[in-house]
């Protein structure tokens, strides 16, 4: 889909704030609210507007402690119709502890953002869920001691 300036605006605007009013957004970006709002469908079908969330700070829900864990896959499975790699993209959806998963190029074939409560709940994960996993030969991990930048907004 090709995007124009206006589209790029209501973009923006609704980065910055996806509970304003069509009103709002309208005025934000110099446009009336029916075109605003055709404009806003538009992106909506298109894809390019995947959806609205609120952000939740982990920390004040009791999600204290955030892990980067890269993981080597085995490559090869005599038994599985699947592969490996289609087996742990399948299993890694449902881990609620594993809040991105990302495939990489290099040596490791995936990086996990891991959001849990402490030490004891990320060891849990690791040693009961993640490595027991059949196609996981190995994993690596970092820990966030703080987070510099963090941010939903793709510059558009």
Same mark, same amino acid.
């Given at each position: 889909?090709?995007?124009?300036?206006?589209?790029?605006?209501?973009?923006?605007?609704?980065?910055?704030?996806?509970?304003?009013? @069509?009103?709002? %957004?309208?005025?934000?970006?110099? %446009?009336?609210?029916?075109?605003?709002?055709?404009? !806003?469908?538009?992106?909506?079908?298109?894809?390019?507007?995947?959806? @609205?969330?609120?952000?939740?700070?982990?920390?004040?829900?009791?999600?204290?402690?955030?892990?980067?864990?890269?993981?080597?896959?085995?490559?090869?499975?005599?038994?599985?119709?699947?592969?490996?790699?289609?087996?742990?993209?399948?299993?890694?959806?449902?881990?609620?502890?594993?809040?991105?998963?990302?495939?990489?190029?290099?040596?490791?074939? @995936?990086?996990?953002?891991?959001?849990?409560?402490?030490?004891?709940?990320?060891?849990?994960?690791?040693?009961?869920?993640?490595?027991?996993?059949?196609?996981?030969?190995?994993?690596?991990?970092?820990?966030?001691?703080?987070? !510099?930048?963090?941010?939903?907004?793709?510059? !558009?």
């Amino acid at each position: 889909m090709k995007l124009d300036a206006l589209d790029r605006r209501i973009l923006d605007a609704l980065q910055s704030d996806g509970r304003m009013t @069509y009103d709002e %957004l309208a005025a934000r970006v110099g %446009l009336s609210a029916s075109a605003t709002l055709r404009r !806003v469908k538009r992106l909506e079908e298109a894809g390019v507007i995947t959806g @609205y969330a609120a952000l939740v700070d982990a920390a004040r829900v009791g999600l204290g402690l955030t892990a980067y864990i890269n993981v080597h896959m085995e490559k090869q499975s005599e038994t599985a119709k699947r592969s490996p790699m289609d087996d742990f993209a399948a299993a890694v959806q449902s881990w609620p502890e594993v809040a991105e998963c990302v495939s990489l190029t290099g040596e490791m074939d @995936y990086l996990l953002r891991v959001v849990v409560r402490d030490m004891a709940h990320y060891s849990r994960f690791v040693m009961d869920t993640l490595l027991r996993h059949p196609s996981v030969k190995d994993v690596r991990t970092s820990f966030v001691l703080d987070r !510099v930048k963090a941010t939903t907004v793709v510059p !558009v």
